[in-house]
C-alpha cells in the first residue's frame, strides 16, 4: 500500500473521502437540531450525534495524520507558489480540524456539560466549569473556526477542480478511486 509519486495509496484516499463524509455528517447534524423547538427531544438527540461525531473527527484526524506522517505524499504539482500555497492551506486546514473538535469539548466542559460519545462513554472532564471562557470558546467555535473552515474547504475544492479543468494535471484525478 504505497503512495508513488502520481496516486494517493488506498488508505489515505479512504480517510480523505471518510473526512469528507464525517465532516457533511457533523455540519447536518448541527443544522438539522435547528427545525426543533427546545424541548423537543429529537432536538437533543441531534446535538448529542454532533459532539459525538465531533469526537469522531478528533479520533479519525489523528489516524489520518499518523499515516500521513508514516506514508509519504505524491508530489504535489504546480509552480513553487502554488506548492507552497497548498502546503500552507493544508497546514491550516489540519489545524482548523484539531481546533473545532478541541474548542467544542472544552467549551462543553466549561459550561459544566459532559460530552459523550454515542453513549459508550463521557469524556473525562479536564476543565472546571468557568462559563465566561465557555462563552469566548463558543464566539471561537462557531464565529471564527466554522468560517475558517468554510474558506480553507472551498480553497480546497477549487484549487482540486482549477488543477483539473484549467490546469488539466492529475492533482484531483489521483485522490479519486480508481475505476
Same mark, same amino acid.
Given at each position: 500500500?504505497?503512495?508513488?509519486?502520481?496516486?494517493?495509496?488506498?488508505?489515505?484516499?479512504? @480517510?480523505?473521502?471518510?473526512?469528507?463524509?464525517?465532516?457533511?455528517?457533523?455540519?447536518?447534524? /448541527?443544522?438539522?437540531?435547528?427545525?426543533?423547538?427546545?424541548?423537543?427531544?429529537? %432536538?437533543?438527540?441531534?446535538?448529542?450525534?454532533?459532539?459525538?461525531?465531533?469526537?469522531?473527527?478528533?479520533?479519525? @484526524?489523528? /489516524?489520518?495524520?499518523?499515516?500521513?506522517?508514516?506514508?509519504?505524499?505524491? *508530489?504535489?504539482? &504546480? %509552480?513553487?507558489?502554488?506548492?507552497?500555497?497548498?502546503?500552507? #492551506?493544508? &497546514?491550516?486546514?489540519?489545524?482548523? @480540524?484539531?481546533?473545532?473538535? /478541541?474548542?467544542?469539548?472544552?467549551?462543553?466542559?466549561?459550561?459544566?456539560?459532559? #460530552?459523550?460519545?454515542?453513549? @459508550?462513554?463521557?469524556?473525562?472532564?479536564?476543565?472546571?466549569?468557568?462559563?465566561?471562557?465557555?462563552? *469566548?470558546?463558543?464566539?471561537?467555535?462557531?464565529?471564527?473556526?466554522?468560517?475558517?473552515?468554510?474558506?480553507?474547504? &472551498?480553497?480546497?475544492?477549487?484549487?482540486?477542480?482549477?488543477?483539473?479543468?484549467?490546469?488539466?494535471?492529475?492533482?484531483?484525478? %489521483?485522490?479519486?478511486?480508481?475505476?
Amino acid at each position: 500500500m504505497s503512495t508513488t509519486n502520481d496516486r494517493w495509496n488506498s488508505v489515505s484516499k479512504g @480517510l480523505h473521502w471518510l473526512f469528507v463524509i464525517l465532516l457533511l455528517a457533523v455540519w447536518g447534524a /448541527v443544522e438539522l437540531h435547528e427545525f426543533f423547538e427546545r424541548d423537543d427531544p429529537m %432536538r437533543g438527540w441531534f446535538m448529542r450525534l454532533h459532539f459525538s461525531l465531533g469526537v469522531a473527527v478528533l479520533m479519525l @484526524l489523528a /489516524v489520518r495524520l499518523y499515516w500521513r506522517a508514516r506514508h509519504k505524499r505524491p *508530489q504535489i504539482q &504546480g %509552480r513553487s507558489w502554488q506548492k507552497a500555497l497548498s502546503n500552507l #492551506t493544508h &497546514g491550516a486546514l489540519y489545524l482548523v @480540524l484539531l481546533a473545532m473538535p /478541541v474548542s467544542g469539548i472544552a467549551m462543553r466542559q466549561l459550561f459544566g456539560r459532559d #460530552t459523550e460519545f454515542f453513549d @459508550l462513554f463521557a469524556l473525562p472532564r479536564l476543565l472546571a466549569e468557568n462559563s465566561d471562557l465557555g462563552k *469566548q470558546l463558543g464566539f471561537l467555535h462557531k464565529d471564527v473556526l466554522w468560517p475558517a473552515l468554510l474558506i480553507l474547504v &472551498g480553497l480546497h475544492i477549487a484549487a482540486a477542480l482549477w488543477h483539473h479543468f484549467v490546469m488539466r494535471d492529475s492533482t484531483l484525478t %489521483r485522490m479519486l478511486p480508481q475505476r
